[in-house]
Structures are given as structure tokens and as C-alpha cells.
């Protein structure tokens, strides 16, 4: 039977009550008394030499507070990068400057030049628009190949070239990959783009910066995943604000999907200007803002090569990949082609030998940065993209192929760096085949046909590396931060509890799920448990959610403070009940003695805590309070296994998805329908990747998908009803709930499927040369490949 | 957006004296003018609202038998009411969202002649007569390129009327982004013979397919349409599909139509 509470229970999310009823309290929603509103004046060519910025009439507009531009920001930190490369001869990466505001060059469309502060949204707007702007425009540079080529455009002057960094992985292990692609039976080769997308999360970006005088403190409110990270990036390296000076809030956030990781310029402006003004300066992103200044996702250009012996058996993989990097190097972008993406290129196989070399390229885009998966979703697809041609080419089932290759002994270390903890990649393929019918599809298939439409079957595999991070690994690896969590645990007087967690909620149910791990380890009700989350006045340092992280790591911390909350409890237990500590056990919120009747509630535990009438003070202090930072000694690896099935109209070339279904392995599960809630958000997003979505620039820059009338969003009718599972389960050996994280396979394991089953639709149909389509399977797209 | 005035006139002569102003808009359902002014790409002087004049709401049945639809109705009304021509109801019933169809009027997407809508597809096929505040225009000489018609300056569309033929369907293929017509495709058989208009297309804007309809007004069926193809010269090409791919979904699409009338 279902559990009513507890870890495996699904009550449904209590913060949705305040979500769907309007009373959630976003970004946008905070007004301070005398705030000033600012507008960004962006650039509308992709690359230019500023050769002035007269803002002398625009000041003088009606309601004008404050124009700035990038002068005022001269000799002042610009925008950091959290994570260094270092490349394949040993030399870092070429890193340079992103000021907070253009100085000198403008570098893509959206790049801001100046930011106009004024009494009223409507005023600044006016303003900006009186801003005389001389841009000498300079060739841009948008192709990554082409923006490589000697005699390029640079894209910044001051560096060597528009190479970021030249990555190998594992270089020492290139020659030996070499060698066994010289002695291979069979090698598939496969070039293909994992396109640029925006990620839109359905509220956009916003920042308030408040100071005050009297105390010399500065808040910022902005829709952030992670405020502790913002208040360190642009306390220490922007702003020179102390952190206890900086207070920075991300209440409810309306969905991040990565790109609200990053520190962005427009939240360091509006806390500079509050302090320069002395008044509040809010600003909120229009959509079109949104597409041309939040980081985008993906955009790697990839060629692979996966060598097999005459068994079958994969004996080396080798990948070229282009990532591109766009104008500026975003917060983390330089880990994700690199990081999150090299060492995931085992996949479920047990492939011995692998190289990957990832070339990082600066082009006059919008800078790219992590989207929901991060590396994972361009590693799983290039790999189970060449193995599904690997097995038309070789006549195999491209499950059995699969399955011959699997890893199957645990734990397991990869050829690129790290170790499965545990796994059992056959059982969720067995269950996936129980949730398909693959033997129905052929009556399918003819049924299809009967109706002049042809129906594909895609099935794909995958893994991904969650729980980020051990800091100590990441550290090596470049990061220029810790990847743990807290967590403070505070029981109230009368036993309710209040957990801060360094974890943040923007979307995927912490209110709700993190209350039930605590019920089940006190046995007291979850109503009892509060969440606090997003407020660097009331959490511990904390680092925030992204990387299917949270229960992992923010879980385990929470885990490890709530242990250290109950054997203090035990001994206040003890004394209250005259017992001896090691006899004193905690069961549905009543503390007893082994063996005896003698117990005392939960409450009267907590009572006696911050009332010590009757407290062994000598012994314990009074309270219960306790905080943990948990350190995860490895990823967590979820994996699982995916199928689509698709019709494909030959006369029109659109796709529709008939059936999805995922089998995922994700450790032990807390709640079952949250779970599934992700699982079937990252499934629209991975779906809409391959079939919808693409951002794309024409030769000079310009963004050409710059509004929802050209950057085609999945809607819910472009979805099929899924079908989704996480019966399978392999507990995660080394954090304390056993939990892997759900967040992001989804969006890393549903891409190939579709392809795979639009590529396997065609070649039914007799299109033997169709191997293969770049994503998104558009209806044009797919068309005109049908047609030669 | 930039500041302007707003009237809301009660009477389409109201309406008409509003619009003598300089610079002054007639504002319909206001779904492609709001976001073009929130865009800051139009500036009037003064926004007139046609959605208060109740003559020009509703739809009736004309005593020569065509349907005739008020120029300020919005989709959701066709869709609801213009059970007299189905295949007008089902267009309707097919624009946008529920909000769209909700705000978005008859005459307004006809004054905007945008290239991708539907309803110029629905009254060129329909040989519609195109009522306004003093004349009435035949569809065929209303549609005079993308985003251009027969209207003059501060011209209102009070009405439409559509003869009701015996046959006929829409056909609209989707533009995957915007859900606008990537190309649709309206089919009419009357008494006298077959129209097709076709939509989404063309960068001329909505046209009339004349060698499919002296093959149809023949033979209404959708073999009829065989070894027939529009071509791609002049077709819109763009990021959602090439002109040869347009090109051939317009050929796709009529004969869906025309199964879908028979």
C-alpha cells in the first residue's frame, strides 16, 4: 500500500497553493517605497567599436534620475567566471574581461551600453531612446569554425584569438585511442549539432537593489537559483561589497533551468545604482530582453567516432566537439562542454578507451552557459545517436548492441574520470520493454501506413552525473568554488520546525518533499516542517540548486543536522526520563526507554529545551538548533532507459510523438509524483529540443528568433501523454537517503529517443541514405531531407 | 509603449470623425497592434476602439443568403455562430489561442491583411464582399499585397459578407513558432465554379490558385489537383520553410481541403 507520509509518500505540493492561487511572491512582486526603474540600452549589432555614447540629452528627459554608462564602471571588477580550463598543453584558458556595462566594443545584439534610471519604467524608456549612440560596426563573427580561421575577427581584441581553450580528455590517452580505431573491426562516424536554445523559464529575469544609508547595507532581490553564489561573485569580484553588507534574496522564482545560476550585469547594476542613488532601481526583463541577454544552452557542433571489434564489442570512442562560448564567458560555461560533458562519454558502456577533445570558441553571440542537464544532454546524445547507426550499419538490434555493451559490475571506473557508484542499466531497459509493446509496433507500423503515415520506434539509454559536487575533485578539476550544502535544522519550542536550507526552490517542490524526509526521521507530522530557502540573511552559506543537487546534497546536509537535533533531543530525553542515553529510543514522535512503558513526547522534548527548568545544563546547552555542510564524496549517477514513437507525415514532414516512455533509475525516491512532475517537465523540454526549439543567428549576428513568433516553444499538444517509471531503483551507495537526483534526465535522455525514431521511421520507408537529422526535426527540415 | 489618446465610439459615425484625427488608429481586437505598440514600432496620436459599436458585432444571415459577420466580432463569436458556413466557423475556431479568438476581430485581421492570417483566406475564396464605413469592396480587389488593402486612410470594415458556397474547407498547415499559417489553404465550390485562396505563402499576401481552380471547378476532387504545382518564386522563404517548401505544401494542402469539403 501507498505510503500516506513520509519518504514514498506523494502529498501534493503545498506551495502550488500559493503558486495557483496568484499569491506567490516573486521577484516582480517586491516594490520599495521610492524605487527608481532603469532600462538597459542594448545593442543591436553583433559587434562594434563604441566611438561615443552622448547621454546628455537623455538626462535631461522628464523623470531621468541617473544615466550611466560604461565609463562609470571603469576600474571596477567585471562580470566573474566560477570555473577555469586548463587545456590540452597545460595552458589555461583565454579569459577576458565582461564589463558590467559595453566599454569599447559591443560584442553581440542584446549587450548592453547604457542603463537609464528614472522615475517611472515609461520615462527611462523615453530617455534611452535620446541616448546618441556612434557604434562603427566591425564584421562579426557567428560560424565557430569560421570565427577559428586565421585572420578571423576577434572578438576580443586583448586575447591571442577567439579560442577559449583546446581541451583533451584523457590527452595521455589519445594515443592508445588512436591505436584502437586503427585496429578496429568497424567504426561509425557521425557529425551532428546539438543546437543553441534559450531556455525561457516562464518568468523573466528581474532585480531590485535597495541600500541603506543609515547602515551602509545593500540588498539585491533577484530571481536566482543560487543567492548565496550571486552575493560572493558580486560582493567580492564586482561590487567590493562585503558579504555582511550584502544581503541577497531570491524568493519565488518562476523557473530557472540553469539560466538563472548565473551572476548576470543587469543585478550587479541595480545594486550598484541603489548605492550610488541612495534609492531603490528595479528592473524587469522584457521577453525580448530575455532572448537576447539570459544565457543561452547547448550549441555544439560534434563529430564521433565509436570503433567496435568483430564481436560487436565498442573498443573506443573518439569526439571533436566546437562549443561555442558566445561574446563573454557566462558564470560556469566553461565546465560545461568540458566537465559535464567529457566525463559522462561512457555512458552505461563499458567502453575502455575514450577521447575527447572539446574546442571552446568565443562568436559575437549571446553567451552560452548550463540549461537543464549541462554537458550531459550533448554527451548522451552524440553517443547514443552513433550507437543507434552503429547498429543499422552492422544489421544488430540497436538494444541488443546496448545490452552487449553495458556496464554491469559496480562500482565501476570510466575510462574519463570517474566512478559509478551502482547502477543496473538491464533492469530499466527490461522495464521500459514492459512498458512499450515492441512487439505491437509492427501492427502498428502497418496501421500507420494504412493512413499514408510512417510510425519510427526510438529506444536510447542514458546516464548522468547529479549531486554535484566533491569539492575537493571539482577544485582540481578548475572550479573556482565548493559544491556542498547546508543546512540549519531549528526546533522550535513547541516542536515545529524550521529547516534553512542552502538549497533553492524554483520549481521543484523542496517545500514539499524536503518536510517529508524529516517527518519520516522524527515520526512527527510533516505540517510541522517549514522550509526557508533563497535569503542570505537567514540561511547558511548554501550553494544553491542546479545539477539535480538538492535532495542529494541540500538533502544530506539537511539529514546530517536533523541527526545531530536527535541525539541532542535523546539526552535531554534521557534526563527527563531518568534513563540512561543508549536506552532512550525516538518512534513516532515519542521518545522512550527500551523495554519499559516510560516516554515522553516530542514536544515536551523541545520544550524542556528552551525552558531548562529541568535540563541537565551542566552537561548540554539549552536549545535545539543545529546546522550541517555536507560534502558529497562522489556524483550520484541516475541512468535509465527511453523510448519514442513517432508518425511521421511524408507529405508535410511534421512529427508527432505517439508514446513516451521513460524507465529511470534514480536511487531511492521521496516523492514519487514530484518525481514523475520532473521527469515529465525535463521530457517537454528534451522533446522540444528535438522537435521545436532552436535558436538561430543569420550571418551578421542578428538574432533571428528573438520572440515567441519564431523560437518555437513545445506547447502541451505537442506532447503525448508519458509514461513514466522509477520502480527500478539502486540506491546511491554514498549519500545518507540513498537519493540520485531527478531533475535533469528528462531533458538529457528524450532527445536521441526522437531522433533515433524519426531517423528509424525514414529508413523503414526505404530512405536507406537518411542517417541521420539535425535537431529541431522541424517540418521543413525533415521534408526537405526526405527529399534529397 | 508611447502615450496616446483613447476614444471609444459608440457609433460607427462616431468612429469615422474619430479617426479624422492625425495619426489617429482604429483599434480592433488589438492583437497584432498592442504588441506592436508595446514594441514601441508604432506611435498614434489616438487609439479608437471599434469594439463598442454594437452594429458592427454579431453574426446574421444577409436576405441574398450570405453569412454576414460584424466588423468588430471576434473570432470566438464566428466560431460559435457561422454554423450557416461551417468552414468559416472551423476557421475561426482554429486562429490563435482562446485569448486571441477571445480579443481578435474579423475586421481587424482583414485590415491588417497580415500575410500568415487566415481570414483572408476565408473571404478570397469566398468572393466576400468587404463592407465599409461608405463602400463596399470585392474581396478580389481588396487584397492588394502583404499588409496592404483597398482601405483607405481611416477606413473602417463595418462588415463581412460571405456567400455561403455548397462545398467548402480550410486547410492550415501550422508555422511550428508561431502558429500562424505556414500555409493554409481555403477551398469554395459554388454553383458557378471552384475558389481557392491560398495564405502563409506568397510574399504577395494572400492569392487566388487559378489553375487549381479551373481544374477543380471540372473535376472537385483532389486527383484533379494531380501533376498540378504552384511555383516557388515568390514564395516566402524564411527560417520555418523554404519557398519550394511552401510551394509544395500549398499543393498538399488544397487537395486536404478539397477532401476535406467533398
Known amino acids: ?788 | 509603449m508611447y502615450a496616446f489618446d483613447f476614444e471609444k465610439p459608440g457609433s460607427i459615425a462616431d468612429a469615422v470623425a474619430a479617426l479624422k484625427d492625425e495619426d489617429a488608429q482604429a483599434l480592433g481586437g488589438g492583437q497584432t497592434l498592442i504588441p506592436t505598440l508595446k514594441q514601441r514600432l508604432a506611435m498614434p496620436s489616438k487609439l479608437v476602439s471599434l469594439t463598442g459599436i454594437s452594429e458592427m458585432q454579431g453574426v446574421c444571415r444577409g436576405d441574398d443568403g450570405a453569412v454576414c459577420v460584424g466588423g468588430a466580432t471576434p473570432h470566438a463569436v464566428v466560431a460559435a455562430e457561422a454554423g450557416d458556413y461551417p468552414a468559416l466557423a472551423a476557421l475561426a475556431a482554429g486562429i490563435g489561442d482562446p485569448a486571441v479568438r477571445n480579443r481578435g476581430t474579423i475586421g481587424g485581421s482583414l485590415a491588417n491583411n497580415d500575410p500568415a492570417a487566415c481570414y483572408p483566406a476565408a473571404a478570397l475564396a469566398s468572393a466576400a464582399t468587404i463592407v465599409t464605413d461608405h463602400r463596399e469592396i470585392a474581396a478580389d480587389d481588396y487584397f492588394q499585397g502583404m499588409f496592404t488593402t483597398a482601405l483607405d486612410e481611416g477606413e473602417i470594415v463595418t462588415e463581412v459578407r460571405f456567400p455561403v458556397p455548397e462545398k467548402a474547407a480550410y486547410m492550415k498547415f501550422e508555422q511550428p513558432a508561431s502558429r500562424f499559417a505556414l500555409v493554409g489553404v481555403f477551398v469554395a465550390k459554388f454553383a458557378d465554379g471552384v475558389r481557392v485562396a491560398v495564405t502563409g505563402a506568397s510574399e504577395e499576401g494572400v492569392f487566388r490558385w487559378t489553375e487549381a481552380e479551373q481544374a477543380l471547378s471540372g473535376d472537385f476532387s483532389a486527383a484533379a489537383l494531380d501533376g498540378l504545382s504552384v511555383p516557388a518564386d515568390g514564395m516566402i522563404g524564411d527560417l520555418h520553410g523554404s519557398g519550394a517548401y511552401r510551394a509544395h505544401l500549398v499543393v498538399v494542402m488544397t487537395k486536404r481541403a478539397v477532401e476535406a469539403a467533398a
Open chain 1, 1 to 788: 500500500m501507498p505510503k500516506d507520509h513520509g519518504i514514498g509518500a506523494s502529498p501534493k505540493r503545498r506551495e502550488d497553493v500559493r503558486f495557483l492561487t496568484g499569491n506567490g511572491n516573486y521577484t516582480d512582486d517586491i516594490n520599495i517605497h521610492g524605487q527608481a526603474y532603469v532600462h538597459f540600452l542594448r545593442s543591436d549589432v553583433a559587434h562594434g567599436r563604441i566611438n561615443k555614447v552622448d547621454t546628455e540629452a537623455a538626462a535631461a528627459m522628464p523623470g531621468v534620475v541617473r544615466v550611466f554608462t560604461g565609463a562609470d564602471f571603469e576600474g571596477m571588477g567585471g562580470l566573474p567566471c566560477g570555473w577555469q580550463v586548463t587545456d590540452k598543453h597545460g595552458e589555461v584558458m583565454q579569459e577576458p574581461a565582461h564589463p558590467v556595462l559595453a566599454q569599447g566594443k559591443v560584442r553581440h545584439v542584446g549587450d548592453p551600453i547604457a542603463a537609464v534610471v528614472a522615475e517611472t519604467y515609461e520615462q527611462a524608456r523615453d530617455a534611452a531612446e535620446a541616448i546618441e549612440v556612434d557604434i562603427e560596426d566591425l564584421p562579426a563573427v557567428v560560424d565557430m569554425k569560421a570565427a577559428l580561421q586565421d585572420g578571423a575577427p576577434k572578438v576580443h581584441d586583448d586575447l591571442k584569438n577567439n579560442l577559449c581553450y583546446d581541451w583533451g580528455f584523457v590527452e595521455e590517452n589519445k594515443p592508445a585511442v588512436d591505436e584502437a580505431f586503427d585496429k578496429a573491426a568497424h567504426v561509425t562516424t557521425l557529425e551532428l549539432v546539438n543546437q543553441r536554445l534559450v531556455a525561457n523559464p516562464m518568468e523573466p529575469r528581474v532585480a531590485v537593489g535597495d541600500y541603506n544609508r543609515s547602515t551602509d547595507d545593500s540588498t539585491l532581490y533577484t530571481t536566482s537559483q543560487n543567492p548565496h553564489v550571486i552575493r560572493l561573485l558580486m560582493g567580492a569580484f564586482v561590487l567590493g561589497i562585503p558579504e555582511h553588507k550584502l544581503r541577497v534574496v531570491a524568493p519565488d522564482v518562476g523557473g530557472g533551468f540553469g539560466t538563472k545560476i548565473f551572476h548576470y550585469a543587469e543585478e550587479a547594476f541595480c545594486t550598484y545604482a541603489a548605492r550610488q542613488l541612495a534609492r531603490p532601481v528595479k528592473w524587469t526583463a522584457s521577453r525580448s530582453e530575455a532572448f537576447m541577454s539570459d544565457a543561452h544552452g547547448r550549441d555544439h557542433v560534434t563529430k564521433i567516432e565509436l570503433a567496435l571489434d568483430a564481436d560487436n564489442n565498442f573498443t573506443a570512442l573518439r569526439t571533436e566537439t566546437y562549443a561555442n562560448m558566445g561574446a563573454y564567458l557566462s558564470t560556469f560555461a566553461p565546465s560545461v562542454p568540458t566537465w559535464l560533458h567529457g566525463t559522462l562519454m561512457a555512458g552505461n558502456y563499458k567502453t575502455p578507451l575514450i577521447y575527447v577533445n572539446v574546442k571552446a570558441v568565443f562568436t559575437n553571440t549571446v553567451p552560452v552557459d548550463a540549461y537543464r542537464g549541462a554537458g550531459r544532454p550533448e554527451a548522451t546524445y552524440q553517443l547514443e545517436r552513433v550507437i543507434d547507426k552503429a547498429a543499422r550499419e552492422l544489421g544488430v538490434d540497436p538494444i541488443e548492441l546496448r545490452r552487449q555493451n553495458f556496464i554491469t559490475e559496480f562500482p565501476y571506473a570510466t575510462p574519463v574520470a570517474v566512478e559509478y557508484d551502482t547502477g543496473d542499466y538491464n533492469a530499466t531497459m527490461d522495464k521500459l520493454l514492459e512498458m512499450i509493446d515492441r512487439d505491437g509496433f509492427e501492427a502498428r507500423a502497418e496501421e500507420s501506413k494504412k493512413r499514408g503515415k510512417l510510425r519510427g520506434l526510438g529506444v536510447n539509454c542514458y546516464i548522468e552525473a547529479c549531486g554535484i559536487a566533491p569539492s575537493n575533485l571539482v577544485g582540481q578539476l578548475g572550479a573556482r568554488a565548493g559544491l556542498y550544502e547546508s543546512a540549519t535544522v531549528r526546533v522550535n519550542a513547541t516542536g515545529g520546525i524550521t529547516v534553512m536550507t542552502g538549497s533553492h526552490s524554483h520549481g521543484q517542490g523542496h517545500e514539499t518533499a524536503f518536510p517529508q524526509v524529516i517527518a519520516e526521521m522524527l515520526g512527527i507530522d510533516e505540517s510541522m516542517v517549514e522550509i526557508v530557502h533563497g535569503d542570505t540573511s537567514k540561511v547558511p552559506m548554501g550553494m544553491g540548486t542546479y545539477g539535480s543537487r538538492s535532495l542529494a546534497v541540500g538533502g544530506s546536509a539537511m539529514v546530517r543536522a536533523t541527526e545531530k537535533v536527535i541525539n541532542k533531543a535523546k539526552k535531554i530525553a534521557a534526563h527527563l526520563l531518568e534513563a540512561s542515553e543508549a536506552d532512550i529510543e525516538l518512534k513516532d514522535g515519542a521518545f522512550s526507554v527500551a523495554g519499559t512503558d516510560k516516554s515522553v513526547a516530542w514536544g515536551d522534548v523541545t520544550l524542556a529545551a528552551y525552558v531548562p527548568h529541568n535540563y541537565p545544563l551542566e552537561d548540554i546547552e539549552p536549545g535545539l538548533e543545529e546546522t550541517a555542510f555536507y560534502d558529497p564524496s562522489n556524483f550520484t549517477y541516475p541512468a535509465g532507459a527511453y523510448a519514442c514513437e513517432i508518425e511521421l507525415d511524408p507529405e508535410t514532414g511534421k512529427v508527432t510523438i505517439e508514446s513516451f516512455a521513460a524507465a529511470d533509475d534514480f536511487g531511492n525516491v521521496v516523492n514519487p509524483m514530484i518525481v514523475s512532475g520532473q521527469v515529465h517537465g525535463g521530457l517537454a523540454q528534451g522533446i522540444g529540443q528535438a522537435l521545436l526549439e532552436g535558436a538561430a543567428y543569420d550571418e551578421n549576428g542578428q538574432l533571428l528568433t528573438g520572440s515567441y513568433m519564431d523560437y518555437a516553444m513545445p506547447r502541451a499538444d505537442d506532447m503525448p501523454f508519458f509514461e513514466v517509471d522509477h520502480s527500478c531503483q539502486t540506491p546511491c551507495t554514498h549519500n545518507p537517503l540513498g537519493v540520485k537526483g531527478c531533475g535533469e534526465a528528462g531533458a538529457i535522455g528524450s532527445p536521441p529517443a526522437v531522433v533515433n525514431a524519426v531517423v528509424d521511421a525514414l529508413q523503414r520507408a526505404g530512405k536507406t541514405d537518411v542517417t541521420h537529422i539535425d535537431m529541431p526535426l522541424s517540418p521543413s527540415r525533415v521534408w526537405a531531407v526526405m527529399n534529397g
